[in-house]
């Protein structure tokens, strides 16, 4: 995500009561990961394995207030760059065939009856379509734009289309379980869903659980993934006080499961080390009456953390880890 515009206003940094460090979670949850966390904690958490202040700068850390990294955050929107990024400035591995947005319940498997919301950020096609993804949305407590185009690598490639290529692969993993798979678009449409829109199909899947799939676009330096989760926020139309506990039980095995099979460190520049962080003011999550949750998954701006965005079998093990977390938390 981009780290300016409506969707990137700076909140007021507070530390969220209902967190705990997340090695204390992932103690019981992913054992795995634990030894994982412990290995970057004894590197001392350099900056190869963190991330960028996109849609996370300037937030509520979880469980520790953020970094004094610069604020530059927002929602499940990234401010239009006006242009198309280049097709061939860059040439990531192939990514998995497409299919139809919504998949068919697997005959079997652990997962089987359980409906999961895949949001693949952003639409390739945003920035054709400025007028249309300016446009002003209600997310519950204020207004906001319907979307925005998203960042890209500094070679060009898209962030719509790394989302759309780990949303595939995510969707293949989940169903394999028996999972019930939508997706909110699979570049099957000219542009959006905008943010309630996207809110809204999650919630009238009635899923057991979405997750919104990012990457970050911060300066170099700025590495590593981290999963954004819902604060309790009760105002106009919008009330997550429901999904907040299960929400963060899914981003803490989601994070947990991310570091076990990727390799990659939480994020450098927030959160505290923790791969953790809450907000407020995101309207894909406020407008959410299901457990949510979104991942940065990287740092698109940073050549390293660039270079394994935009690698096939890196997208392979991302997709894993995050699908690893989703039957964790849908199994109990």
């Not at 996370?56 to 979880?62: K, L, N």
């Not at 905008?194 to 911060?218: F, K, P, Q, T, W």
């Not at 050549?303 to 079998?313: C, I, P, V």
């Amino acid at each position: 995500m981009s780290y300016t515009g409506p969707e990137f206003d700076r909140p007021q940094s507070r530390r969220s009561p209902l967190r705990r460090p997340l090695t204390v979670a992932l103690a019981a949850l992913v054992p795995g990961a634990l030894l994982g966390w412990g290995v970057y904690a004894a590197v001392g958490g350099s900056g190869d394995e963190g991330g960028g202040p996109d849609r996370a700068g300037g937030v509520s850390a979880s469980p520790v207030p953020s970094s004094s990294a610069p604020a530059h955050s927002g929602d499940d929107a990234k401010k239009p760059t006006g242009a198309s990024p280049s097709p061939s400035a860059e040439k990531p591995s192939a990514s998995p065939s497409k299919s139809p947005s919504t998949s068919g319940a697997a005959a079997s498997g652990p997962l089987k009856g359980k409906v999961v919301v895949v949001d693949p950020g952003h639409n390739p096609n945003n920035f054709q379509h400025a007028s249309e993804i300016n446009r002003k949305v209600n997310i519950g407590t204020n207004w906001k734009e319907c979307d925005t185009t998203g960042t890209a690598t500094n070679a060009g490639w898209p962030e719509a289309k790394f989302t759309l290529d780990v949303a595939h692969r995510l969707r293949t993993l989940l169903e394999r379980q028996g999972a019930t798979v939508k997706l909110t678009q699979d570049g099957d449409r000219s542009y959006g869903p905008c943010v309630d829109e996207r809110a809204r199909i999650g919630n009238e899947a009635r899923a057991d659980a979405a997750v919104s799939i990012h990457a970050d676009g911060s300066g170099a330096g700025n590495r590593g993934f981290h999963v954004i989760l819902p604060g309790a926020v009760h105002a106009g139309s919008a009330d997550t006080r429901a999904i907040v506990a299960p929400s963060a039980d899914l981003g803490e095995r989601i994070a947990g499961n991310f570091v076990r099979v990727t390799g990659s460190a939480p994020s450098n520049y927030v959160g505290g080390g923790t791969g953790l962080v809450t907000r407020e003011d995101l309207g894909g999550l406020n407008l959410s009456t299901v457990p949510k949750v979104f991942i940065e998954c990287g740092n698109m701006r940073d050549s390293k953390d660039a270079a394994l965005l935009t690698s096939g079998a890196w997208r392979q093990k991302a997709a894993q880890g995050i699908s690893e977390g989703i039957v964790s938390f849908l199994r109990g």
